[in-house]
């Protein structure tokens, strides 16, 4: 693991001749920092590994902008046969609960949005991107000609996830028990699949994705409850 090589590298100082005492010390110095560093690119990897299947794709995206423009302007959607048809608002509710997180079952009335809600795809999604461009859209217009990253809420769910995402879809994870977990728990599945995506994402050696995911697991047990 890095910080053994760090921490060999440290301990072996003082018997190195190469190094001035003010060599030393600035090492010594720069030890922190630099192990600060890779335990944070050594979490983020953890933490896309585990959420790599609930990253959404552009295309669904770009379908739920698509349904919130026509459901705020009250405008119908042309579907694959060119026909009109409405905005989807089970398709809404859906992207807005599991995907953006910012809504649970009481925030809406069967499909129907609640004050809450509707204001949010008001403001927070359709007055994030030029109105106008929708408004006087042409023919050729397409809701894939917008940057979904324009938008601050719809950029969480391209970008990176954090340990709040982790803990929300799965509520029975347990990163105390991840060194050796239970079988037939949602922490066992989890890790299998964790180890997995980071060798498949990242390069990882089995032996590297193991370690690695136990000693960020190891410190993020301390803060999970």
Same mark, same amino acid.
């Given at each position: 693991m890095?910080r053994?090589?760090?921490n060999?590298?440290? #301990?072996?100082?003082?018997?190195?001749?190469v190094f001035s005492?003010? #060599?030393r010390?600035?090492?010594?110095?720069?030890l922190?920092?630099i192990?600060?560093h890779?335990f944070? &690119? &050594?979490?983020?990897?953890?933490?896309?590994a585990?959420?790599?299947?609930k990253?959404v794709d552009?295309?669904?995206?770009e379908?739920y *902008? %698509?349904?919130?423009?026509a459901?705020?302007e009250?405008?119908? *959607? %042309?579907?694959?046969?060119?026909?009109?048809i %409405?905005?989807d608002p089970?398709k809404m509710?859906?992207f %807005?609960?599991?995907?953006l997180?910012r809504?649970?079952?009481g925030?809406y009335?069967?499909?129907?949005?609640?004050?809450?809600?509707e204001?949010?795809?008001?403001e927070k999604?359709l007055?994030?991107?030029?109105?106008h461009?929708?408004?006087?859209r042409d023919?050729?217009?397409?809701?894939?000609?917008?940057?979904?990253?324009?938008?601050p809420v719809i950029?969480?769910?391209l970008g990176?996830y954090?340990w709040?995402?982790?803990?929300?879809?799965?509520g029975?994870?347990?990163p105390s028990?991840?060194?050796?977990?239970?079988s037939?728990?949602?922490?066992?599945a989890?890790? /299998?699949?964790?180890? &997995?995506?980071m /060798?498949?994402l990242f390069?990882?050696?089995?032996?590297?994705? #193991?370690?690695?995911?136990r000693h960020?697991?190891? /410190?993020?047990?301390?803060r999970?409850?």
């Open positions: 890095p053994d090589v760090l060999a590298m440290v #301990e072996r100082l003082d018997t190195a001749p005492a003010n #060599e010390t600035e090492y010594e110095n720069r922190v920092p192990k600060n890779i944070s &690119q &050594q979490e983020t990897d953890v933490v896309d585990i959420m790599r299947d990253r552009e295309e669904t995206v379908e *902008i %698509e349904h919130v423009y459901w705020v009250s405008e119908t *959607i %042309e579907n694959d046969r060119g026909e009109a %409405e905005p089970l509710k859906v %807005e609960i599991e995907h997180g809504f649970d079952e925030d009335d069967g499909t129907d949005p609640t004050e809450g809600v204001a949010f795809r008001s999604v007055t994030a991107l030029n109105r461009a929708w408004r006087n023919e050729d217009f397409r809701v894939s000609d917008v940057d979904p990253r324009e938008i950029e969480t769910v990176s954090d709040d995402d982790v803990r929300r879809t799965h029975d994870l347990d028990q991840w060194a050796d977990p239970p037939g728990t949602e922490t066992e989890v890790k /299998q699949r964790t180890l &997995q995506n /060798q498949e390069g990882y050696s089995a032996a590297a994705a #193991e370690l690695t995911s960020v697991m190891g /410190q993020v047990s301390y999970w409850d």
